[in-house]
């Protein structure tokens, strides 16, 4: 899988939106917001193919967490991007 | 010989120059409001040149409803854009040199009243002013920008309190021109207001902006970052959305508004409690 380097990551007040096309709906305008640590990983894990393994790797290595916590976190990180397709496959 | 005159626009002086084409401009409604020398020329818009059409990247199509005239927003290979107003009309607007926009020559009034806002769009959203869909009110020295999808209610509810609270006036009933400044954020009279004859040439500082949805119950709510941006980002110039770097203004642009101005969601009804409501909260 891979992060999807069409969506942009802007800044607003300190918050981190990506801004997500308008599905053919006026006056509509959706956003993702992400946290502190999902924008961590997003910076890690950007501009390159990587597994499920390579997030948890991540995590472990940016966080004091044990494996079992990093793996739940990595999943559901991972199901949200996917969600929001921030993560392509 | 090309003649030249100047407007002023949302704070910008506006020099435009052409050949028939000026008169014309002159001629739409409002625009007489708007006449005037500022300190500067701010910003150029050509009539009448002659706009060649390069191969395009369309970005976005969309009709002037009242019109049936179908328009294209687009960007060559170079990064230059280009509108097309029906079937002739063209724009073009180098982001490299954001002083200049030109058009070309067209004839039908109302088609050309819409490619003159959408050359001022193009300008001043390099120069921190964007015109924002909505319909505004001034109270007692500061201005309620009420926002909301077409069929809401802008319009209603700003009648409201010029009908129940002392001291208001209309600004604006469409487009005015919303202004990040060194010294906070303002809200500019323009010459598009929608079918309101309203066109002042004023600027007021901004007390809130209300995004506004129609509701069985008066309710209001101050917003946070992430609702207040989209709250206000699509009743900005929607065809610019389609676009990378002109996003990236925008959502600068936005993040200044917001970080000085407070948004506030307003459910409502039509009627004089939606207005009392809103003034005892943004006013107090």
């Known amino acids: ?89 | 010989m090309a003649t030249g005159v100047t407007l002023t626009i949302g704070g910008l002086a506006l020099t435009v120059s052409g050949g028939d084409s000026v008169a014309k401009a002159l001629a739409l409604p409002g625009m007489g409001a708007f006449r005037g020398e500022t300190n500067g020329n701010d910003v150029h818009l050509r009539l009448d040149e002659r706009v060649e059409l390069p191969e395009c990247r369309w970005l976005h199509r969309f009709d002037i409803v009242e019109e049936t005239a179908e328009c294209r927003f687009g960007v060559d290979a170079s990064g230059i854009y280009y509108y097309t107003f029906g079937d002739s009309g063209l724009l073009r607007f180098d982001p490299r040199t954001p002083g200049t926009v030109s058009l070309n020559t067209i004839d039908d009034p109302n088609i050309l009243r819409f490619a003159l806002w959408t050359a001022y769009s193009m300008t001043s959203l390099w120069r921190d002013a964007v015109p924002v869909h909505s319909s505004v009110v001034v109270c007692r020295g500061r201005a309620v920008m009420c926002l909301g999808e077409s069929g809401t209610g802008k319009s209603t509810h700003t009648s409201l309190w010029l009908k129940y609270i002392d001291g208001c006036h209309l600004l604006n009933d469409d487009s005015p021109i919303l202004c990040v400044e060194d010294d906070g954020v303002f809200v500019y009279g323009s010459p598009w207001s929608g079918k309101t004859p309203c066109y002042r040439q004023e600027r007021v500082p901004v007390a809130a902006l209300l995004r506004l949805e129609q509701r069985p119950e008066n309710s209001i709510r101050r917003l946070g970052t992430i609702e207040s941006f989209t709250a206000l980002h699509p009743s900005c110039p929607p065809a610019l959305a389609h676009d990378e770097l002109c996003t990236d203004r925008m959502v600068d642009f936005i993040g200044g508004v917001i970080s000085h101005v407070p948004v506030y969601r307003l459910g409502c009804l039509p009627d004089e409690g939606a207005a009392r409501l809103a003034f005892n909260t943004l006013m107090a």
């Open chain 1, 1 to 89: 899988m891979k992060i999807d380097s069409r969506k942009k990551i802007r800044h607003v007040s300190g918050e981190n939106i990506v801004l997500m096309p308008a599905a053919g709906t006026a006056d509509m305008t959706q956003v993702v917001a992400l946290n502190e640590s999902a924008l961590e990983l997003y910076n890690m894990l950007k501009e390159r193919e990587f597994t499920f393994d390579d997030v948890v790797k991540a995590m472990l290595d940016t966080y004091e967490v044990d494996e079992a916590t990093a793996r739940a976190d990595a999943e559901k990180w991972v199901g949200q991007m996917r969600e929001q397709r921030l993560i392509i496959d």
